[in-house]
C-alpha cells in the first residue's frame, strides 16, 4: 500500500526583498509564482512601518486567468497588514494549488508614509512512496 505524505520545501523563496512602498497608493509586485506540480503555497507578507505610519497596507492575490493576472480593479483576495506604527507586522496567506496555478501578490501603501514591504513563500508537495 502507498503513502502520501505533503512535505513543505525547507527554504522560503524571496519575490520582494525589503522594497520601499511609497505613500498615497505606491505598489510592489511580486513575479509570478507558480503552484504547479504542488499542493499549495504559504505566503508570508511582512510590513516594517514607518514610525509615523496611519493607515493599514492592502495586501491582493492577483490570479493568472490564463491569458492575463487580475488587476486590482478586479475583485481579487484581499488581505490586510494592520498598521503597527513604528515596527514589524505581517500576515501569512495559504494558497491552495487546485484553486490557484499561477498568482502574484500586490502590496498596495494608501498612507501617508512610505513602508518597506517584504514577500517570501514556501510550496508544499506530496510524495507517495
Known amino acids: 500500500m502507498s503513502t502520501a505524505t505533503t512535505t513543505w520545501g525547507t527554504d522560503q523563496t524571496t519575490s520582494i526583498a525589503a522594497s520601499t512602498v511609497t505613500s498615497g497608493g505606491g505598489t510592489a509586485t511580486t513575479g509570478e509564482i507558480d503552484n504547479n506540480s504542488k499542493m499549495s503555497a504559504e505566503v508570508l507578507v511582512e510590513i516594517t512601518f514607518h514610525a509615523s505610519s496611519d493607515l493599514d497596507v492592502d495586501v491582493y492575490l492577483l490570479r493568472h486567468s490564463g491569458s492575463a493576472y487580475q488587476d486590482v480593479n478586479d475583485n481579487p483576495d484581499h488581505y490586510v497588514v494592520p498598521l503597527d506604527a513604528g515596527n514589524l507586522a505581517g ?39
Open 91 to 129: 500576515i501569512t496567506i495559504p494558497v491552495d494549488a487546485f484553486e490557484v496555478r499561477k498568482f502574484e501578490i500586490l502590496v498596495a501603501n494608501p498612507g501617508a508614509q512610505d513602508v518597506t514591504a517584504t514577500v517570501n513563500y514556501r510550496q508544499s508537495v506530496v510524495t507517495v512512496t
